[in-house]
């Protein structure tokens, strides 16, 4: 089992950056994959980047590649996901999901944790 926590959202301005954290306890992560998805009001979720624990891989969807950068710590066991000149449409609740390596990124099922999610709200 693997238990993840996601801190760091709050309300801010379009411009503003902000970094959100993932705290990962449980089992290994050593084999895993670990994503950022967000899901926007009445919208479906969708996933934004993610990265492998091990060897810090990293892929994008192409609408943030450019101003969404995905980390880890390996020593924490905290992900991170940096968001850059926020735009009302970021506005979304953002999860972090994790899942064992050999699954498409994008897709939900192939994450079997997922955290609560954090509320990231842009203001124009």
């Known amino acids: 089992q693997v238990q993840l926590v996601e801190s760091g959202g709050g309300l801010v301005q379009a411009g503003d950056s902000l970094r959100l954290a993932c705290a990962a306890s449980?089992?290994?992560?050593?084999?895993?994959?670990m994503a950022w998805f967000r899901q926007a009001p009445g919208k479906e979720r969708e996933v934004v980047a993610a990265?492998?624990?091990?060897?810090?891989?990293?892929f994008y969807v192409n609408s943030v590649k450019g101003r969404f950068t995905i980390s880890r710590d390996n020593g924490k066991n905290t992900a991170y996901l940096q968001i850059n000149s926020l735009k009302p449409d970021d506005t979304a609740v953002y999860y972090c999901?994790?899942?064992?390596?050999?699954?498409?990124?994008?897709?939900?099922?192939?994450?079997?944790?997922w955290g609560r999610g954090t509320q990231v709200t842009v203001s124009s």
């Open positions: 990265i492998t624990w091990s060897g810090g891989s990293t």
């Open positions: 449980g089992r290994t992560l050593k084999d895993c994959i």
């Open positions: 999901a994790a899942g064992p390596l050999g699954r498409p990124f994008s897709a939900r099922w192939a994450y079997d944790y």
